[in-house]
């Protein structure tokens, strides 16, 4: 199977170089001196310490037709829009797509495609991109894959890459909404307080905040089970207590956030339903403010 | 006049310096050591680079007893309730009392207090404790008086000392509420964001964060005029734009901060009305986590 990844951040680099292990894999870029240092120098993955090299195609993002069996859209929510519509300009023949990007603000986008499936993925790894071409794996978890639209159609061996383990749910929306959760509660808060997401739960008071944040945003998506949801908040945080969070990251480095498509989603939904989200509108203006 | 000053912070050391000019002043610390520094050395005060040199009789607060015809309280909030019980134990002499804090909580203690003349004062002056007997007069605004309870009994002489102006207001509680209003908006968004106070207005999503919260606010104290207010608060910001907030400082040198006198009070306020203030809940919750 002929793959194409677009999006040359961390996680595209990152899941180019395990397809890579059993598929022909073409990794899209937004630049063509990244295409051109990968085409030279393959992707490189370091993993507890050690560096494993990939045999990577790499092309301009420019030069995409969508010729690959399967196309894995790996950008940021919010260039995603860009993307989708050089994807309605270009493609060539009928790919199947997968969409990893967090928060739910991409779904509105996919109706618009020309193909037969669509999956939904949830990317639970570690990921950090040292260069143009090499990415550190530092946090092996996996991928949850939903079918959006069409049907299954993935080749089995698709989960048997080690250390990169691919697990299918029934429901799209539940899992997206799982992470938006756990992504909502942890990504503001610890950017805002500069901490590790180990201190969401080991802080009496940012817990006392965090509860109070998630009872907003429960009520907001009108979510059963809360005690679930709000368990795998708590969860996340011990698993992943020594990390720093992808937005404190994005703030530390000046680099855009992901507050739109993540608090954002919930204000929309919160204007749309008629409900009142102070704690979530507070930490949306906290965090756009912060962006440079 | 013998003035007796309690607390030997940054605001003693100012007020000791400016009202040695004119009366006999004695500054009660809560150390033996900063009480023998001062007896030393008298006062240095820093102003426009130059210093300027107070003589000023200082003794450890344990030897306090009221024999003063005026004490002036320049404690933090949450020292306060350990001074009163110790004035209560120990006054010897009807002595009349300024109170400086920041906030609404100091007046829960008043009433315990066995004296004629009760001022309320609110302090406008940028000040910062260099050593122990060395304060940095680096922005010079004035300080409010109100009558508490009793008769005004000040000597008018007290307002003559240059940079150091003392004007009078008729009501204490209007005028403590502007000062909380200020205080709450700029210090705990401040010491969150880690910014300087002009941010807030100069920062279009930290300005509709502040709004917000100020709205929350009002509603909580249902004030009236609250264009009146909103307006003090970015006059505020304006003027001390550059200026770092005493909050943000505190977080900064790991002391603790006010926000128990600040927001705590707007909490305590929302419980005895039955109001929510989700936003001031998520404040308190970052600041009081944020305090080491």
Request: hydrophobic share 40%; charged share 25%.
């Amino acid at each position: 199977m002929r793959i194409g990844i677009i999006g040359g951040g961390s996680i595209g680099l990152l899941f180019a170089y395990y397809l890579s292990q059993l598929y022909e894999v073409t990794l899209y870029t937004k630049t063509i001196e990244q295409a051109e240092a990968i085409e030279e120098n393959g992707i490189h993955l370091i993993c507890n310490t050690k560096t494993h090299k990939g045999s990577v195609k790499s092309e301009w993002f420019e030069k995409w037709s969508g010729v690959e069996e399967l196309t894995i859209i790996a950008v940021k929510q919010y260039h995603l829009n860009k993307v989708i519509e050089r994807i309605i300009e270009r493609q060539s023949k009928n790919t199947d797509f997968i969409f990893l990007q967090n928060g739910m603000g991409h779904l509105k986008f996919l109706n618009k495609l020309y193909t037969n499936n669509i999956y939904i993925g949830s990317v639970e790894h570690g990921a950090y991109k040292k260069n143009l071409y090499t990415v550190l794996h530092n946090g092996i978890g996996e991928t949850k894959l939903a079918l959006y639209k069409g049907n299954m159609s993935l080749p089995s061996s698709i989960s048997s890459i080690p250390n990169f383990s691919i697990c299918f749910e029934l429901d799209y929306l539940e899992m997206l909404l799982k992470k938006l959760v756990v992504n909502a509660i942890i990504n503001p808060l610890t950017a805002l307080l500069d901490v590790t997401n180990g201190e969401l739960i080991n802080n009496e008071h940012y817990s006392s905040a965090a509860k109070d944040l998630f009872i907003e945003i429960a009520e907001v998506l009108t979510l059963e089970n809360r005690e679930t949801y709000f368990q795998q908040v708590v969860e996340v945080c011990r698993r992943t207590s020594e990390n720093r969070s992808s937005m404190l990251k994005d703030l530390e480095s000046n680099r855009p956030t992901e507050i739109d498509a993540i608090i954002g989603y919930i204000l929309e939904e919160a204007e749309k339903k008629n409900i009142k989200a102070p704690i979530s509108r507070m930490l949306y203006f906290c965090i756009k403010g912060s962006e440079r």
